[in-house]
């Protein structure tokens, strides 16, 4: 399978299964383009007559082509067969181990968004605070149910978890202090909306969290639109400074600034420009997913602009880069040299399987946007998982289980979706969120070419 486009003024082809990368002229754009369903003669008879104004493309230049194609697909770099569909992953049965959790340490928050998918932190259920008990629990859980797998992460989330902010250091101090004993090595994740955010705070996240991020949507009217406090006001005041002083703080230690676009900002580069504007460098900006019947939901007539949108940013970051200026966007982050392994690649994120959520009571979901749906519920940290059937829907979130996905050219970069966007747009863990897998196809598209530029112009 391959995939052609063009961006920036590449010609760019994809060999899907072999992940090649090729940079071609208009000739071999356009010939590879009919390879497969056209033979040489049909092909060349083709070319002549589009390039006929074209005195130096010739018969023999088009054969020439088409050798080159050729040897190409004979060292398996073009055209590629899928080695992976005939490998039978049986991933039901396959022997997983916990890696990492998501503690939902606070089921509550000190802001009032609009378009929070957890219900304003509450999760469509009763306000709570995790006790240092279930959390204590929830990390032995973790450890038990780790196999031989050194590197653990957990995920501090709520609502806003530096509400509960001393059981997270609570919590902290009890993995550092059995680390050596156990054989692991734990690494913590914050995502704070910031209006807690103080010295303390950032001394402890500094010296404990391997990444934090800090929910900020960009321009101050796009931001308090939607993120407002309880009593109404907007939001951007109280925690643009406080993410400021934390990003001069925290140096070259990992974090992103993370913002939602909807419906009222499809331009969303100009959110991204403000809060790299701001001396915020490590950027992300994710679509809402919301019904479609909100106003603030995205829709398919959107769908042009955010093209372009990403193009943009695309553009712009290469520009930056140039100039000594770099910014870095989550979803333009691709190895094309040492990615994930072909198992990651098809499995994704391990939703239900490797990775669960915790609630403040000890319950375990596949992950925090299941939280609060019984159909869900694996679990609990004292009895570890009990409701098998889910988890084995779960074993099967791949990018082989989705009929979808069988002619989709990215599938083997989104490992089929996410789960939860799946089945809040179809019903089920195993369909499409189509809108999404649009938006993504472009995102990819924008990051190989991205890698292309870079590499010519280190050339």
């Not at 340490?105 to 932190?121: I, K, M, R």
């Not at 501090?156 to 530096?162: N, Y």
């Not at 995205?298 to 093209?307: A, N, R, S």
């Amino acid at each position: 399978m391959i995939h052609r486009y063009q961006l920036n003024g590449y010609n760019i082809v994809l060999d899907v299964f072999s992940g090649s990368v090729h940079v071609v002229d208009d000739l071999a754009y356009d010939v590879i383009g009919l390879y497969e369903d056209h033979d040489a003669d049909s092909i060349i008879s083709a070319m002549l007559e589009k390039y006929r104004a074209d005195s130096d493309i010739t018969e023999a230049e088009i054969r020439d082509c088409l050798d080159d194609i050729e040897q190409l697909k004979s060292e398996g770099k073009l055209f590629a067969p899928d080695e992976y569909a005939d490998l039978a992953f049986d991933f039901k049965a396959r022997n997983t181990v916990i890696k990492a959790l998501c503690l939902h340490v606070a089921h509550t928050c000190n802001l009032n968004c609009e378009y929070c998918f957890a219900s304003q932190g509450k999760y469509h259920g009763d306000r709570a605070l995790m006790s240092f008990a279930v959390a204590k629990q929830a990390i032995d859980f973790l450890i038990e149910h780790s196999g031989s797998r050194k590197n653990l992460e957990v995920d501090f989330f709520g609502g806003e978890p530096l509400m509960n902010f001393d059981v997270v250091k609570e919590i902290v101090a009890y993995c550092r202090s059995i680390e050596k004993e156990k054989g692991k090595n734990f690494r913590f994740t914050l995502t704070t909306n910031g209006v807690l955010l103080d010295d303390e705070v950032i001394d402890f996240a500094n010296k404990e969290c391997h990444n934090v991020v800090l929910s900020l949507d960009g321009r101050k009217e796009v931001h308090d639109r939607l993120r407002k406090t309880v009593s109404g006001g907007g939001s951007y005041d109280i925690i643009v400074p406080k993410f400021q002083h934390f990003v001069e703080r925290r140096g070259s230690k990992g974090y992103y600034i993370r913002g939602t676009f909807t419906h009222n900002n499809t331009d969303f580069t100009n959110d991204i420009f403000h809060m790299a504007d701001l001396g915020f460098t490590e950027l992300s900006m994710e679509p809402v997913v919301c019904p479609p019947d909100d106003p603030y939901a995205l829709t398919y007539d959107d769908l042009p602009v955010l093209f372009e949108q990403y193009e943009l940013l695309a553009k712009d970051m290469l520009r930056r880069e140039k100039e000594g200026k770099p910014i870095t966007f989550y979803h333009y982050m691709l190895d094309l040299n040492a990615g994930p392994c072909i198992y990651k690649r098809i499995s994704g994120c391990g939703s239900g399987t490797e990775y669960m959520a915790v609630t403040p009571w000890g319950d375990l979901y596949p992950c925090h946007q299941f939280v609060g749906n019984p159909d869900y519920l694996l679990g609990n940290v004292y009895d570890g998982v009990t409701n098998t059937a889910v988890q084995d829907e779960f074993k099967l979130c791949n990018a082989y289980a989705r009929p979808d996905c069988q002619d989709c050219w990215a599938k083997l970069y989104c490992s089929g979706g996410c789960a939860a966007n799946a089945y809040h747009a179809t019903g089920s863990v195993t369909g499409v969120y189509r809108y999404g897998c649009e938006l993504f196809k472009k995102r990819i598209e924008c990051a190989i070419m991205m890698k292309v530029a870079q590499a010519e112009s280190n050339e």
